[in-house]
């Protein structure tokens, strides 16, 4: 998807956040997914891709819909949700 022109806003939890920060990212990431699905559905169409790779033990989740919106989920958050 071309971004013709617009800024990548990127959303990250950084290491050494607070915990209660990094163990609601999973859950963060989901909403935003949510409201990209539900913005495209109101304004009529949409496209968008979601990616994830393992960095340094984390999972980078990265949603892209017009700006880039991205996540690092540990894996100790992910046995959590499960």
């Known amino acids: 998807m071309s ?5 990548m806003a990127h959303k990250t939890a950084i290491e050494g956040d607070h915990d209660s920060e990094a163990a609601n990212e999973c859950q963060r990431a989901l909403k935003k997914l949510e409201q990209v699905v539900l913005e495209g559905l109101r304004h009529g169409y949409f496209e968008y891709s979601v ?3 393992v960095q340094k033990g984390k999972r980078r989740l990265v949603i892209k819909a017009g700006v880039s919106h991205q996540f690092y989920i540990s894996q100790e958050e992910l046995d959590r949700t499960s």
């Open 51 to 53: 990616a994830c790779e």
């Open 3 to 7: 971004q013709h022109g617009r800024k």
